[in-house]
């Protein structure tokens, strides 16, 4: 929390705080996706595989350019930590540009875009079973990018040398580990911030601070993405269940979580896999 202000307002105090936000970022000339193309490609479309991502862990999976997968509750309601990567692991999930493309909380139409040099999209939302939920009166909303994931260091920090093994940066990092035969030390470099799945989240009004809260989520309700480069995902099942209470511990009530890959008999029509950004990276020289 801000201390108590230690100078006075000025005179235009007011006249400074009314004045009109401007959008960082207008995204009218943004390339925006073809939903009723993708939705139309999932006809016939075939389950290739189904997974089940253990409360408390992590679990990798990989996509092919040009299937669907769904991030799904199963048995009751929990939120994971989603990191993606190319399947090369050259490009990583921007948190931070996708907040500032798209806003706080994505949903059908959304992309997930990669970092610097490519900034393109590596995967599209292509439905959400919780866009009825909108923002509630707390200015809460679900699928975050404005928090990171829940870690060790801090939870050590703020327990005074707690350790705790299965915060979900331990858990996507064992994961990607395992996945691609890193060793541990380099897989930890490559976990980024992520896409809060089913996490109901917003920042209060008179602190700023950033809440969780009970995530609407229930068994059956899904998230589903369709891949626009080869990915390989990493999911956490977060060790703060549904978010109601605490994270980073074995107290709350945790659930598995499910993810579907789709392959469908055609890619969506006029659908090609996007090009790396077109800025020439000179940087002025």
Known sequence: M??????????????????????????????????????????????????????????AFEVPAGHFFRIT?????????????SADLSERFYSGKTRALHGSHLSRGDRMW????????MATITEDTLDWYGIDPHGGSVHDVIGTRCDPYTHSLLSEGGQYHHCCHSNLTRALAEARGLPLEEAETLVHDVLNVFMCTGFT???GQYFMKASPVRPGDYLEFFAEIDLLGVLSAC???????????????????????????????????????????????
């Not at 199963?74 to 989603?82: A, T």
Request: overall charge negative.
């Open 73 to 85: 509750s199963v048995e009751g309601p929990q939120v994971g930590d989603l990191n993606l990567f």
């Open 239 to 285: 060790p703060g269940g549904d978010c109601s209470s605490e994270h980073s511990s074995d107290a709350a009530a945790c659930f598995p979580l499910g993810v579907e890959i789709y392959r469908p008999q055609g890619a969506p029509e006029g659908w090609a896999p996007p090009a790396p950004n077109r800025y020439d990276r000179s940087h002025g020289l």
């Open 205 to 207: 009004r008179e602190t």
């Open 114 to 121: 990669s970092g610097f040099p490519m900034l393109r999209p």
């Open 2 to 59: 801000h201390p108590k202000p230690r100078h006075d307002a000025p005179k235009d105090a007011d006249a400074r705080r009314a004045l009109a936000p401007v959008i960082c970022y207008p995204v009218e000339t943004l390339p925006q996706p073809d939903l009723p193309a993708y939705l139309a490609a999932r006809d016939g479309w075939e389950k290739v595989d189904d997974l089940r991502v253990p409360p408390r862990e992590a679990v």
